[in-house]
């Protein structure tokens, strides 16, 4: 029926011109891009790769709203050829030319006049980009204001392919008007109508004696503004109407309009299943939704309106992974779906400009059951999100299945955006205690933690990436398990900590995620001393994609198996198990060079000073043992024995955990002993106490020696040639330990840095000690109440000897009662007794 109108739209004559100004306007756009990113500080270098995390923020320094926008931003510049993807990675393959971008500016103005809002707006917000990116600008005056003869209010109203696309929209809505019924007034609403750019078309053409309009919209100030523009049209309604609310509580009964009209709009909610499902029961059976909608992206639309925080809302995922707008076909298949039986599209073009947009019409089902009211109010779950989307896509996913998800992001200070969404400072526990008060606990089915990914991979560390992760991804797991603990609920939720990368399923797999896994060491202690909360570790792949991991987490999330530690790889899913490891005789007893020089870190403790006489006793002739603090008068005697014995003992106060002291302490090492040839890192410090009585102070000083002290031991000796780099970890982080959560915590770290170093072919082991003995009687009975008995220091040794041995890079040496391990740890327990290694199922 529309075909004639269609028809003559087409023949438009500007439409050409307009079009091969678009497209100049898409090229334009990537130079405005280029010159922000170099604006920002960041050159094109020929096989320079980025990583999308250390490009936003330690490179660029692009604040966290505008995240979307700079992949968006990395996403054209692949389109065009000077990034190429690998991975999760990006690589420059085309250096591009720095351009005058005023003079191309001015040409296409010159040229092309048809799109002279296009390009004001265009320029008015590429040559900002670079300060709005780094939150040194508000852009929203330079899009909306009044002031301005051109803004997107004009834009929308009045550019050329407004027009012809507001025309068409009129065009049906006539067509749909002349068909309905005669016998009674027409009902229309018009959603999220704003600035009245459509509207301003459809009125003129509606009979005004059979119509009621109802010209909706979220915002008052755009109500009163319309009112003003259209005082002229006495059938006007104008209500607020917020499609993502209940509509019942807005006051709009179900089924109660022939006519809807979504210009524009639907794309800028955050679910549009629900958004759909929401205007079919507005609608009356049989009624018409009239949409208008963009169904390709544009560059320019990107630079403009992206700098607007709605356009970034969607949180669907699973349909809109990178981008708000969806294909035609995509929105059809949508709307069949989801409460609608045919549908139609009226497009002006095929192939041209105007065909990245589309007029869709769809009639709501015959019956007249509305759909379920969408919103519920079961059980729901606390997301706390990370920023590759993965918590977005498991929020999705709750919706799609009939349950909610609430996302919490990590930001400076407290702050509800909206019912679903939170914002909350990841270091203040009082942000965790009124997060749970405002959405109420008791309903809380069970909690997902995902701000541990949010950390650079093992390739980018450095001590400060170290302390922050831990902040971000421990500590707040520690402040949200206080707050959920005080908030004294009997029945508590199950709590998912997830990681990416952060522990090894196989030998010489490259640990990405290592600056993640002290979350495993604090996870497995909380699942030992609060079992009411169901703690589940999860592992995801490194750089796998967001919608996979997403989709692994959901089906576990729903599942009824027990496993409390997994991790996944490809198509496959890893339970920790402890298998037991034959010893075999070692024939000969390991030997140390006496031309070599063997460092021991917390070389005056208890276990250091054992393990240095065990090393003179096997020929080491130089040690140098490192502390704090001088040795005690009676260590002083013991290094005496060990120097009469014929070995030169240097003693070297310094702190492991400050970088520049390891630098001096290595360097002493080279000028003055003989080459440097292995590592025992026992340097470490206790603080135990129970999770509620801990504080991130507290769990920053047991963590200093153990993560930063082994990152640079690890970072600084990468290039000499040891024969062992021996690491002196715990069976708490293994099995996890009540009361020592953060010691747990420290030495996870020790276990995975053993794991990534092999992956890089250099030598290391981590011992997951059980207690040694001579530590004291109350500390003995407090081992025997965790079925734990001490080794003496002979067999201590022994093991050792044994370890140096091997070439796995981790062992637990364990005295323990397995028959009486507590239920959390009851299952990883196989028939054939102990040995961690990872079991695909
Ligand atoms: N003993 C056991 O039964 C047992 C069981 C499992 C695991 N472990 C592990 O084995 C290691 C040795 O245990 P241990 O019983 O011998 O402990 P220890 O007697 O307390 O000795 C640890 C030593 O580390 C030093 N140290 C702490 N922080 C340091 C830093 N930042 N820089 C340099 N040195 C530092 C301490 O000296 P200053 O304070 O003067 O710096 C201390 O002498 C520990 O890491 C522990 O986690 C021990």
Known sequence: RLQPEIAALKKRPDLLAYWQAIEQLEMLSIDYVVKAIRKMGWEFYEYVKISMDYFAEQQLGVASQYRRLLE???????????????????????????????????????????????????????????????????????????????????????????????????????????KGPQNRRLRILEMGAGTGGTTAYIL????????????????NAFLNQAQEKFGDYPFIQYRRLNIEQPIEKQGFKTGDYDIIIAANVLHATRYLRQSVQQVQRLLRPEGLL???????????????????????????????????????????????????????????????????????????????????????TSAYWLIFADKQGIGRSLQTQLQVQGDRGITVFAGESYEQRSEENYQINPERLGDFEQL?????????????????????????????????????????????????????????????????????????????????????????????????????????????????AAQALFDEMGSERQDNQMAFRGESRYVARLVQQVQTET??????????????????????????????????KHLVLVGRSAPKPITELQLNKLEEAGAQIKVIQADIAVADSVTVLLSEIQQSLPPLRGIIHAAGVLDDGVLLQQTWDRFAKVMAPKVSGAWHLHQLTQHLSLDFFVLFSTAASLLGSTGQANHAAANSFLDALAHYRHSLGLPAVTINWGPWSQQGAAREAQFKTKGLEAFNPQQGLQILDYVLTQATPQVG????????????????????GIETRGIET
């Open 72 to 178: 968006r931003f990395v996403e054209m510049l692949t389109e065009v050829g000077i990034l190429k993807q690998i991975g999760a990675r990006w690589e420059v393959i085309r250096v591009p030319e720095a351009k005058d971008i005023e003079t191309q500016w001015q040409t296409l103005k010159n040229q092309y006049p048809v799109v002279e809002m296009e390009l004001t707006l265009l320029k008015r917000c590429g040559d900002k980009l670079a300060t709005i990116l780094q939150e040194d600008e508000d852009p929203l005056p330079l899009l909306f204001s009044e002031n301005q003869a051109i803004n997107v209010a004009k834009l929308s109203q009045d550019a050329l392919s407004a027009q012809v696309m507001n025309t068409l929209v009129q065009q049906v809505v006539s067509a749909a008007v002349e």
């Open 204 to 219: 003129p053409h509606l009979p005004a004696q059979q119509i009621d309009y109802v010209f909706t919209d979220c915002s």
């Open 290 to 376: 009239i949409l208008l909608e963009n169904t390709k992206p544009l560059r320019f639309l990107d630079l403009i309106f992206g700098l607007t925080e709605g356009w970034w809302r969607f949180q669907d995922d699973d349909l809109r992974p990178h981008h708000p707008f969806i294909s035609t076909s995509q929105w059809q298949t949508l709307l069949k779906q989801n409460g609608f039986q045919e549908t139609g599209v009226a497009s002006p073009e095929e192939g041209g400009i105007l065909s990245q947009q589309a007029v869709i019409i769809a009639e709501a089902v015959k019956d007249d059951a509305p759909l379920e009211e969408v919103e519920k």
């Open 436 to 548: 749970l008060k405002s959405i109420g606990s008791s309903s809380l089915q069970g909690i997902v933690h995902l701000w541990s990914l949010d950390t650079p991979s093992a390739n980018l560390i450095t001590t400060s990436v170290l302390e922050k992760t831990a902040a971000k991804s421990c500590g707040s797991v520690l402040y949200l398990i206080q707050a959920l603990l005080k908030t004294g609920e009997s029945k508590q939720p199950s709590v998912w900590l997830v990681t990416q990368g952060a522990v090894a399923t196989k030998a010489s797999a490259p640990v990405l995620g290592l600056a993640q896994s002290p979350l495993w060491g604090l996870g497995k202690s909380i699942a030992l001393e609060h079992p009411e909360l169901k703690t589940i570790l999860v592992d995801l792949e490194a750089q796998g994609s967001v919608h996979r």
């Open 587 to 620: 024939a000969l007893p390991v030997t140390f060079r006496e031309d070599a020089t063997y460092l021991i870190t917390g070389g005056l403790g208890k276990l250091g000073l054992l393990v240095a006489e065990w090393l003179v006793k096997q020929g080491a």
């Open 813 to 832: 040496a364990i005295k323990m009662n397995w028959s009486t391990l507590p239920q959390p740890l009851a299952g990883l327990l196989t028939t054939r």
